[in-house]
């Protein structure tokens, strides 16, 4: 009883809080608001730092790799289960939502009526695909390149540094050797983060249920309903069957003992970045290698959203039967992975140009953004935590492809 107590502490003292949070919202509903500014505080410390982590982590762990063999193999690895797992996820979701109507035509003309009266959301200039997509990958500054709202640009950024690095060879160590230390410091600075975390988590939490939880109408309910139902089963078994094909039955033994910390995190804070430190922490106690770990689950926080990508298609598939069209399944899974690479890791809000993509690839009239909005606010709890847990189960798989059937039982680089 003292080992579980002293392996399962943390974890515990934050799902109790969690759920002191969400008693509170249920009770003082609106008024519970009060309380976002003590959770903000918490997301803020942790926005805060997760630029630099990004950026050294990322940087160390290529610039480790000296076998540009292993290098090239782990990257390429990372994308292809990416890719693979990111197809597998937008079929699901194309699946789940194709086989009955997310909006009966009463409720479609209660909520079209009510787009009508709520906000008028001006339009935006059009700007092609190829535009967006440069504006995403990079920045026109370097100092913006330290910004949340870059993330993806950042990403680039770091891989191509730590590339720079390791061509370097010996010159470069200095400057590895500095990024390494810096990587420590910011690890410590974490760890005094979390202490606070308990307390900002579960007023985070309460603020959310308080002002979300009783807001929802029908149509919308149904859409959740529906959304976490199909999440709940996907993680379950896909990321079982993922820890299966990675390690057999020691893989997915290995996956459930160390997987709820993320999957608490991600419930409470909604966000794919705010759980980097503890994802990344999980999958290297799983025994996925430092370099594949420390690449993987920062990259996977942009690139790589299961609850995402099934997100996107549900948005698809709500407005098709809003406005009674008709579209093809390879037009839905071309649309969503192309929405979904452009979500920012932060919490409620990040989506939008992905909505945005959503409703301009998809043609419907851009005044219906604030129906994407709900929706994606309503699922954000349930996405998050596939978008994250799908990082730690795909690095499994990576870990699995590059190092061999005996990954676990390798010691950690």
């Known amino acids: ?15 109790a809080a969690i759920i002191v949070g969400a008693i509170l919202g249920i009770c003082l509903k609106e008024k519970a608001a ?9 997301l803020n410390l942790m926005f805060v730092v997760i630029v630099p982590l990004i950026f050294v982590t990322i940087t160390t762990s290529i610039a480790k790799m000296k076998q540009p063999k292993r290098l090239g193999k782990v990257m390429v690895t990372i994308f292809v289960v990416f890719i693979i797992t990111s197809l597998i996820a937008v079929l699901i979701g194309i699946a789940s939502t194709y086989a009955f109507k997310l909006v009966e035509a009463e409720d479609g003309e209660q909520i079209k009526a009510a787009l009508e009266e709520g906000t008028e959301v001006e339009e935006e200039e059009e700007v092609s695909i190829l535009t967006r997509t440069v504006t995403v990958l990079t920045v026109k500054d370097f100092t913006d390149l330290f910004s949340k709202n870059n993330i993806i640009a950042l990403l680039v950024f770091s891989i191509l540094f730590g590339i720079a690095i390791n061509m370097s060879g010996e ?18 600075l974490l760890k005094i983060i979390m202490y606070y975390a308990p307390i900002g988590l579960g007023c985070y939490f309460a603020a959310l249920v308080g002002t979300y939880g009783a807001s929802i109408a029908v149509g919308y309910a149904k859409t959740f309903g529906i959304y976490t139902v199909v999440c ?17 039955r020691k893989g997915v033994k290995a996956f459930w003992a160390n997987i709820l910390p ?6 409470a804070t909604c966000s794919s970045a705010a759980s980097i430190a503890v994802n990344a922490e999980g999958a290297k106690k799983i025994g996925v290698s430092e370099d594949i770990a420390e690449t993987m689950i920062p990259l996977g926080t942009s690139f790589h959203k299961d609850g995402s990508i099934i997100g996107s298609v549900f948005k698809i598939m709500f ?25 920012t890791a932060v919490p409620i809000g990040g989506g939008t140009i992905s909505e945005m993509m959503i409703l301009t690839l998809m043609g419907f009239p851009v005044n219906a953004l604030p129906i994407l909005a709900i929706i994606a606010t309503i699922i954000d709890a349930p996405a998050t935590v596939l978008n994250v847990v799908g990082d730690t189960a795909s690095s499994m798989l990576a870990a699995r492809i590059v190092d061999g059937k005996d990954w676990m039982n390798k010691e950690n680089a």
């Open 171 to 188: 010159k470069a160590k200095p400057v590895q050797d500095f990024l390494e230390s810096l990587r420590d410091i910011i690890m410590n």
């Open 232 to 248: 709940i089963l996907f993680y379950v078994i896909m990321y079982s069957l993922y820890a299966f094909i990675a390690a057999g």
């Open 319 to 343: 407005l098709v039967c809003l406005f009674g069209t008709s579209v093809g399944v390879g037009k839905v899974l071309l649309v969503a992975l192309l929405a979904t690479l452009l979500i």
């Open 1 to 15: 009883m003292k080992n579980f107590w002293k392996n399962y502490k943390s974890t515990i003292i934050l799902l």
């Open 34 to 42: 009060v309380l976002s500014p003590l959770g903000d505080i918490f």
């Open 262 to 267: 993320a999957t608490i995190t991600a419930l």
